[in-house]
């Protein structure tokens, strides 16, 4: 069964450092989407992606954040300047009408 | 804006028993989709069950069910027959185009 991927699924950055998380939809999906989780609170959603550009975005979703489908399978989500707070879990869904199916996340730690 | 509200934020059951989990939204769109996602110890989110509003039929899958009162905005889960596996935190989701919002969650435990 195809599945959403994510790499890595763990890393681990200074504060003020670029990340970039990387993340491979399901091939045939036409949305894509990113959601953070701090730890112990709720999946927020930060942005969705449809045809090349920004769908939708959260007031989270500011200027230090940006995505990309660089090619024909990778959806990325940068950070350019981590900030201590973004220490958090990251989820890539993707999506080809309603329901949206999760890859396993990439824990983002910001020291 | 919408927002969805689980008011339980940690729930326990007997394992085979029947235990459910409550979720509210707040919206003011008519057509639009819930979800109820699992998230285990390993924090991936799984899928559990999906309703589209404009159904009247509540959805079921295998053990799981819901209660959708559209008009009172209201989109419970009910497990039945608990298992072990079933302990995980429980996410109640609401979309509308691409906007999806979680609640905060629902701890459940399953008692053996």
């Known amino acids: 069964e195809p599945e959403v991927t994510q790499t890595p699924s763990h890393q681990v950055t200074q504060m003020g450092q670029e990340v970039i998380l990387r993340c491979v939809p399901i091939s045939n999906h036409l949305y894509f989407y990113w959601y953070r989780q701090i730890l112990g609170q709720k999946v927020e959603f930060l942005v969705s992606?449809?045809?090349?550009?920004?769908?939708?975005k959260s007031e989270i979703f500011d200027d230090q954040f940006s995505v990309e489908r660089p090619d024909g399978s990778n959806f990325t989500l940068k950070i350019r300047s981590t900030k201590l707070e973004d220490s958090a879990m990251y989820f890539c869904a993707s999506t080809r009408s309603y329901e949206q199916y999760f890859g396993p996340g990439t824990r983002l730690t910001v020291t | 804006a919408q927002t969805v509200t689980q008011s339980q934020p940690e729930m326990s059951v007997q394992e085979a028993e029947t235990v459910t989990l409550s979720c509210t939204y707040d919206t003011s769109e008519s057509d639009y989709y819930l979800f109820w996602y699992k998230q285990p110890p390993s924090r991936q989110m799984i899928l559990v069950i999906r309703?589209?509003?404009?159904?009247?039929q509540n959805a079921t899958e295998n053990r799981f069910s819901v209660n959708f009162q559209k008009a009172a905005k209201s989109f419970s889960l009910k497990i039945s027959d608990s298992q072990l596996g079933d302990a995980a935190m429980y996410f109640c989701a609401y979309r509308w185009h691409n906007d999806m919002r979680f609640g905060a969650g629902t701890r459940l435990t399953v008692k053996p």
């Open positions: 309703q589209e509003a404009y159904k009247q």
């Open positions: 992606f449809y045809n090349n550009e920004i769908s939708e």
